[in-house]
């Protein structure tokens, strides 16, 4: 049996594999107009995903009867929120209105599924959200700024300084429970299988996302 601080190892290089070339929101290549419009978009987007995110969040707390996991959660709804408020105080500096954002069909039921998935035992639940997701969005927001910092450098910093690295501190708790649950090979083909459906769905949106762009382009 693989141990399960190498078994997270592994499934975090397999989640970096699968989303290797795979987030099409945004066109480093593109002029810097078109980048400034996409990072806008991922703001506006930003805003009904953190607060999507605090939703869950309170959903899940009370299915997760692990202590030591169920303890970090209200720290990270505490982040979510403030992720909200910053992003929507940033759009509004720039003269945007960030209510004005309707998600994808495809994003918002990624998100009712999510919320939907609190009965879920906690392994599956935070290697689909915490580990699966949160990585995931750490990366597309190193990502991000690197696209802004010459278009949008006060956002860039916004990101890197405010953002990311509460990020991180979640995607810490997708590992730590991993670490902890994912003791046996049953329970580590459940981890693994619910991170590929996690991961499959948030293509299938960022997929959505792309056809929508191309044609309005």
């Known amino acids: 049996m693989t141990a399960a601080r190498d078994f997270v190892r592994e499934l975090a290089q397999e989640n970096a594999a699968f989303w290797r070339g795979r987030d099409v929101r945004v066109d480093p290549g593109a002029p810097s107009a078109v980048r400034r419009e996409q990072i806008r978009y ?5 805003v009904y995903n953190e607060l999507r995110s605090a939703e869950l969040i309170a959903a899940w707390i009370p299915f997760v009867p692990e202590r030591e996991l169920r303890e970090l959660l209200p720290g990270q709804l505490d982040d979510e929120q403030r992720h909200y408020q910053l992003l929507r105080r940033r759009l509004i ?8 954002y309707r998600p994808l069909p495809e994003w918002e039921a990624l998100f009712d599924w999510l919320v939907a998935c609190r009965t879920r035992p906690t ?6 959200f915490q580990f ?3 990585t995931q969005s ?3 927001f190193e990502t991000l700024i690197a696209l802004a910092e010459d278009v949008d450098l006060e956002t860039a910093e916004l990101y890197r300084t405010r953002i990311l690295p509460d990020e991180y501190r979640h995607a810490a708790i997708g590992r730590k429970a991993l670490t902890l649950l994912a003791e046996s090979p049953a329970a580590q083909a459940r981890a693994r299988a619910a991170c590929r459906e996690m991961n499959e769905k948030v293509f299938a949106a960022y997929r959505a996302h792309r056809a929508r762009v191309d044609r309005s382009a």
């Open 42 to 46: 991922r703001m506006r987007q930003g």
């Open 123 to 128: 392994l599956e639940k935070l290697a689909m």
């Open 132 to 134: 699966a997701g949160e």
């Open 93 to 100: 500096e720039l003269g945007e209105d960030p209510d004005a």
């Open 138 to 140: 750490c990366e597309g």
